[in-house]
């Protein structure tokens, strides 16, 4: 056998062919944690885009790994792209921010200032007197981009450090105030795929 088709198999079976499985991996389960999250959203359009890019990636993949079951690499490369896919993926999912939280403050100190300073930075805030386990506190929601979630929870640890405070994700908003804030997730590219409620 000539000893440079010998190296260039080898190379392809054991370099190569892992190389490309362990990326094909990672951009289909990228893609299918994208595509949950989408659903969840009810972004219908841009969910059967993603389905479609993901099972068509991951058939690729299974079947080079069907043509190859003897080889311990694509066992090993299949098995970390699914790893670091599921990271990348979240990964993603958080920096896209295409979702929208409701974050609940409960504080016994005064919240005047607290809630002055949210207003101030075009956040749209409602408060309520309420009684705790041990006496009266303010309790404030807010709806906020989740891009602007880190900047909010410093306003509120410096204003009430001691607050109490829970985020939850929240899958439609009809209408609220948010700072002005637009990126290509948010923009006229993702509006083509939002759900759209027909009037009456």
Same mark, same amino acid.
């Given at each position: 056998?000539?000893?440079?088709?010998?190296?260039?198999?080898?190379?392809?079976? *054991?370099?190569?062919?892992?190389?490309?499985?362990?990326?094909?991996?990672?951009?289909?389960?990228?893609l299918?944690?994208?595509?949950v999250?989408?659903?969840?959203?009810?972004?219908?359009?841009?969910?059967?885009?993603?389905?479609?890019?993901?099972?068509?990636? *991951? #058939?690729?993949?299974?079947?080079?790994?069907?043509?190859?079951?003897?080889?311990?690499?694509?066992? #090993?490369?299949?098995?970390?792209?699914?790893a670091?896919?599921?990271?990348?993926?979240?990964?993603?999912?958080?920096?896209?921010?295409?979702?929208?939280?409701?974050?609940?403050i409960?504080?016994? &100190?005064?919240?005047?200032? #607290?809630?002055?300073?949210? &207003?101030k930075?075009?956040?749209?805030?409602?408060?309520?007197?309420?009684?705790?386990?041990?006496?009266?506190?303010?309790?404030?929601?807010?709806?906020?981009?989740?891009q602007?979630?880190?900047?909010?929870?410093?306003?509120?640890?410096?204003?009430?450090?001691?607050?109490?405070?829970?985020?939850?994700?929240?899958?439609?908003?009809?209408?609220?105030?948010?700072?002005?804030?637009?990126?290509?997730?948010?923009?006229?590219?993702?509006?083509?795929?939002?759900?759209?409620?027909?009037?009456?």
């Open positions: 056998m000539d000893t440079t088709a010998f190296v260039d198999t080898t190379f392809y079976t *054991w370099v190569l062919l892992p190389f490309l499985i362990f990326s094909a991996r990672i951009f289909d389960v990228t299918g944690t994208l595509r999250i989408f659903i969840t959203r009810g972004m219908k359009y841009l969910s059967a885009c993603i389905g479609f890019l993901e099972i068509l990636i *991951w #058939l690729l993949a299974i079947g080079q790994i069907f043509k190859n079951l003897n080889n311990v690499a694509c066992y #090993l490369a299949y098995a970390g792209g699914f670091c896919g599921s990271f990348l993926g979240i990964y993603c999912a958080e920096r896209l921010s295409i979702n929208k939280v409701i974050i609940r409960i504080t016994v &100190k005064d919240a005047t200032n #607290l809630v002055k300073h949210l &207003k930075e075009h956040y749209g805030v409602t408060t309520l007197d309420a009684q705790g386990a041990e006496g009266p506190v303010t309790v404030v929601f807010s709806i906020i981009n989740r602007n979630l880190e900047k909010v929870v410093a306003i509120v640890k410096r204003f009430n450090p001691q607050a109490f405070y829970s985020v939850q994700d929240i899958k439609f908003v009809s209408e609220g105030i948010f700072p002005e804030h637009r990126s290509i997730m948010n923009g006229s590219l993702m509006e083509m795929f939002r759900p759209h409620r027909k009037s009456k």
